[in-house]
């Protein structure tokens, strides 16, 4: 079974300043799709960026970006020029190419953005 | 911009009795799901609905358990009786088709389900 392993509970970054969101999953697939979601408090989740995993090429979104590991089984999300609403819960998320929305998420990291 | 909204935000009730929590996902959207959050725990995916049948779902999804789309717009999971250890964060959420396979899913806001 696939499972996703976010091992940072809460980060915190400073405004304007780069920070670093980490995701390890394990798959013994080789078609799959990567996900972070950002979920800002009593707000619903919303995508930030995804990523296929036949793609060698880093997904790419304004100030987003990932580094995506594919032997390492990696996926971690880089946010530059972070900014106050930038802050919330961010969740990993793997989806195989198999599933019809089945995703599989990370227990979340809370990223708090200090002015 | 379209939302998928979740009725109610919150709900207590009393361990047996049943809840039905509702869901409106976007208008043009044609797979529907729904996902639980215990505290402190991570989402998770309990069932996916498509063409008025259930496509895909997870152990948790018991019989217990059932979703409904009673009509063009509402998507309804019911729980028949339950119990202290369905108190979660459950989100509903909706895709035109995942037929790409990168598809985004579009998450309400949860309703959060409190049983004593």
């Known amino acids: 079974a696939q499972t996703v392993t976010q091992s940072q509970p809460e980060m915190s970054v400073q405004e304007a300043e780069t920070v670093t969101l980490s995701c390890t999953y394990d798959t013994s697939e080789s078609d799959y799709y990567l996900f972070w979601y950002k979920q800002p408090p009593s707000r619903q989740m919303i995508l930030v960026i995804r990523?296929?995993?036949?793609?060698?090429q880093n997904a790419t979104e304004n100030r987003f970006s990932v580094n995506f590991q594919k032997a390492a089984k990696s996926f971690s999300l880089k946010i530059s020029d972070s900014q106050l609403g930038d802050a919330a819960m961010y969740f990993c998320?793997?989806?195989?190419?198999?599933?019809?929305?089945?995703?599989?998420f990370g227990k979340g990291t809370k990223l708090s953005v200090k002015p | 911009e379209p939302e998928v909204t979740q009725t109610p935000s919150h709900q207590v009730t009393q361990m047996g009795q049943e809840v039905i929590l509702r869901c409106v996902p976007i208008?043009?959207?044609?797979?529907f799901y729904w996902y639980r959050q215990i505290l402190g725990q991570k989402v998770e995916f309990l069932v996916s609905?498509?063409?008025?049948?259930?496509?895909?779902k997870s152990e948790i999804f018991d019989d217990q358990f059932s979703v409904e789309r009673p009509d063009g717009s509402n998507f309804t999971l019911k729980i028949r009786s339950t119990k202290l250890e369905d108190s979660a964060m459950y989100f509903c959420?909706?895709?035109?088709?995942?037929?790409?396979?990168?598809?985004?899913?579009?998450f309400g806001e949860g309703s959060r389900l409190t049983v004593l």
């Open positions: 959420a909706s895709i035109f088709t995942p037929a790409t396979n990168t598809g985004e899913l579009f």
């Open positions: 609905f498509y063409n008025n049948e259930i496509s895909e």
């Open positions: 208008s043009n959207h044609l797979y």
């Open positions: 998320a793997y989806r195989s190419w198999r599933s019809q929305g089945n995703l599989i």
């Open positions: 990523q296929e995993a036949y793609k060698q």
